[in-house]
């Protein structure tokens, strides 16, 4: 199983798209905590989410949304989960599946605001200081930690054909060490 960190616009969801086309399934723990909000009636905006976020971690303990997503991972050697936040997050999957391998993905401030104002997502801040408090919320969760842990980092800092690119290599490099966890080997 790959699972995926970085800050928020950093490229993770471009690698997702990537690993999709090379045969991946993907499960997201962000479309986890909206599933779940939606049912509690909870605004799609980036504070009331995060908020949510916070309080269910804060009840059910820090890994909730790990084991919330695990719950709609059928085939982990093919799956690439997209959200890692925490230790707790981290630790769940490890204890809970085999071949594990962290990528985080990282870009610059400047780079990253300006994807997140290019996306136009509701649950993005709209400008560097909604971006500032949404980094500060999940730099509290534990996200700098897992990203230092992580078993490959790529960098996101130039166009995005040559960053799909270099996710096309990352991904074969993987493949090509760690047989058991290729696509095209699955029979799916």
Known sequence: MLIITGMPGSGKDEFVKVAREMGFIDAHMGNTVK???????????????????????KKYGMDIWAKRTAESISNPDITVVDGLRNEEELDYFRNNFQNIFVIAVFANESDRLQRILNREREDDGHDYSGMHQRDTRELSWGIGKVISLADFMIVNDSTLEEYHKNVRLLLSHIIERHPEINPENSGR
């Open 35 to 57: 599933q779940n909000a939606l049912k509690h009636n909870i605004n799609m905006d980036d504070k009331s989410i995060g908020t949510y976020a916070t309080e269910e971690r």
